[in-house]
């Protein structure tokens, strides 16, 4: 053979062995495709299973332990304490008894001076508060009476009453609920004189640009008469606040004073929406100190995944509110200590009850989702889904002789 023919065998030997090579690795890669295939195909064949097991460990794994179990017997003992003795609603009290308690003194009235808008200091100290009036209402239709002057002047009204009564008590005058006002002078009605009488229309406007004079332009004196006016309102609002008509709730009155006055016939006013709030803060603190303790608790290598430990957080806390809210509403019916109803803590119960739910229904499906995904991928394989996908193309051009 001469050295051409040589040099061409040479170059066949090469290219077969080259494609045996080939073949070789296309066939391996083959096999693993198809192993790899069918181990896929089990997974989702038996996926109702897993998915169920992995339900199960989610649980197992957010299960309470004896240490969660202290937390839940100590969270459920401070919210009981809580609506026991330290958030129950308050017995009312007469009107005399509120005044005692905030420490009003009764003095002997003093007739109203003449000139409007501008009481003298002793006068305000003394006088009952102004919006208290009610003799002279029939005369400009406010049909005020001991019944119903609550719900009808601003003075009394928890948040607006600090700017209008305020005012009123610094001029003398009355708001109504329509903001109209009127100045409260002595006078003598059907042969009788009263000290506090509503005898004439007043300028609300002005009733508050005389304030702002008191306040800003007028010295020491007008700074004194709009600080003692103050303090009278709140002295009023406060001994208002326990008596059995309380005081209405918020703003409500500036629209419907009937309404106001309906309200707080069934209960809703501003006493006890106060009592209501104050028992909804401290559930929520309750529970915020009973998580943040808990987390204090966790422990990477005992407790694992730390958003799974979070869920048993949350299951304490809902758990003991469930259980005190059970426990309230079991005592009230069977003493019926209404006082002790716990409707803020009730309603922090529910709410804590609906927001957990969605939290942990939607960690558990995070926690099967992850977990499933694992599975269909195989932690034995030694190859990643870019490495697959380059050999599954690799295969293909290499079949392609």
Not at 181 to 190: A, F, Q, R
Not at 260 to 274: I, R, S
Request: hydrophobic share 40%; aromatic share 8%.
């Amino acid at each position: 053979m001469n050295e051409q023919t040589l040099q061409d065998l040479q170059n066949l030997r090469n290219r077969k062995k080259s494609a045996d090579q080939r073949s070789e690795w296309a066939l391996s890669n083959v096999g693993i495709l198809a192993a790899e295939s069918q181990r896929v195909a089990e997974v989702a064949h038996n996926s109702a299973n897993i998915l169920q097991d992995l339900d199960r460990e989610f649980e197992s794994q957010t299960a309470l332990t004896s240490t969660d179990v202290a937390f839940l017997l100590f969270a459920t003992a401070l919210q009981c304490v809580r609506w026991a003795f330290v958030t129950k609603f308050a017995d009312k009290i007469s009107h005399d008894e509120a005044d005692k308690q905030v420490g009003k003194k009764s003095h002997d009235l003093l007739y109203r001076s003449k000139e409007l808008y501008n009481p003298p200091l002793q006068e305000i100290i003394v006088n009952p508060v102004p919006f208290d009036a009610m003799v002279g209402s029939t005369d400009f239709d406010l049909g005020l009476s001991g019944r119903n002057h609550r719900y009808k002047t601003l003075g009394h009204d928890p948040i607006l009453g600090w700017l209008f009564g305020t005012a009123n008590i610094a001029t003398a005058t009355l708001t109504a609920w329509d903001f109209s006002s009127y100045h409260i002078k002595s006078g003598e009605l059907n042969g009788r004189t009263y000290k506090e009488m509503i005898k004439e229309q007043a300028s609300t406007a002005e009733v508050m640009l005389y304030s702002k004079e008191k306040l800003l332009n007028e010295g020491l004196e007008g700074k004194k008469i709009i600080a003692s006016s103050l303090i009278k309102e709140a002295i009023h609002l406060r001994s208002d606040l326990p008596s059995y008509k309380s005081l209405p709730l918020p703003i409500i009155q500036a629209f419907d004073p009937k309404l106001a006055e309906q309200l707080a016939t069934y209960g809703l006013d501003t006493a006890n929406v106060l009592t209501v709030g104050k028992q909804a803060t401290f559930a929520i603190l309750i529970n915020a100190i009973i998580t943040m303790l808990h987390s204090l608790c966790y422990n990477p290598e005992k407790d694992g995944d730390k958003r799974l430990y979070h869920v048993r957080s949350r299951r304490i806390v809902t758990y003991s509110n469930l259980i005190s809210s059970f426990s309230n509403v079991l005592w009230v019916a069977l003493a019926k200590d209404f006082n002790r109803l716990d409707i803020g803590g009730i309603a922090v119960t529910v709410f804590r009850l609906i927001s957990d739910g969605v939290f942990i229904r939607k960690l558990k499906q995070e926690f099967v989702e992850e977990n499933f995904l694992k599975m269909v991928r195989g932690e034995e394989l030694l190859l990643t889904d870019e490495d697959l996908a380059e050999n599954i193309e690799n295969t293909i051009q290499q079949l392609d002789l």
